[in-house]
């Protein structure tokens, strides 16, 4: 039963959209889509994230038992808007076993994927350049450390966030490029800029719908 079998209860203040995204790696993605989500919700969008790690499969199994869970409770209290408006996973392909697999369940059960080949950390070294040619976990790592010398886990978000936006626009021309040469999804590719530009857009939306609210 999905969400439009369940009675919303009518909200004081416009409901807000809920994303769920259950990440692959424990630190460096969890605590970026925290501090994105942060950025750019301003609190008009609950994005809940899930940082307890796996490999793709175990990672769409979980993502798809808590959506479920959703649903069962909101039924339970008659109030849809516990459900999840979106549920995400965030996962590298980096010779992962059932990849495959993974991605037809993901598919199967309506949730959204970010992957990322060869590694997330490609998304921050798209910050500061394109990169076309195939290239190793160990050499993203690398490249990124020339653009930010004391990497860690710990992407600097602030020095990230001021190059946004070319990120975005290299990712898109890179999986277009991708697709052109029917490789979509190939190392390098990387789809998490589909997941932080729907946060955008679901921030925008909600702030909108609550200044409609006040005008009324």
């Known amino acids: 039963m999905g969400r439009s079998s369940i009675k919303r209860r009518r909200p004081s203040l416009p409901p807000r959209p809920r994303i769920l995204i259950v990440c692959e790696g424990t630190v460096t993605e969890p605590r970026y889509l925290h501090d994105f989500a942060y950025r750019e919700r301003t609190r008009l969008v609950d994005v809940q994230v899930d940082d307890r790690g796996g490999v793709p499969k175990t990672l769409v199994e979980r993502a798809v038992d808590l959506k479920r869970s959703a649903e069962r409770e909101a039924r339970r209290q008659r109030n849809g808007f516990l459900t999840y408006d979106e549920v995400w996973c965030v996962f590298d392909v980096d010779g992962h076993p059932n990849l495959p697999a993974a991605i037809e369940q993901a598919n199967a059960n309506g949730i959204k994927l970010a992957i990322s080949n060869p590694c997330f950390e490609l998304w921050a070294l798209l ?90």
Request: glycine share 4%; charged share 30%.
């Open 127 to 216: 910050h500061f350049r394109d990169q076309r040619g195939h290239i190793e976990r160990q050499h993203v790592r690398a490249a990124c450390r020339n653009h930010i010398p004391n990497l860690t886990k710990l992407l600097p978000f602030g020095l990230l966030f001021e190059k946004y936006e070319e990120a975005v626009a290299r990712a898109r021309a890179l999986a277009k490029w991708q697709f052109e040469q029917g490789n979509s999804g190939s190392n390098p590719s990387t789809s998490v800029f589909l997941l932080t530009e729907r946060i955008r857009d679901l921030s925008a939306i909600a702030n909108l719908e609550r200044l409609k609210k006040r005008e009324r």
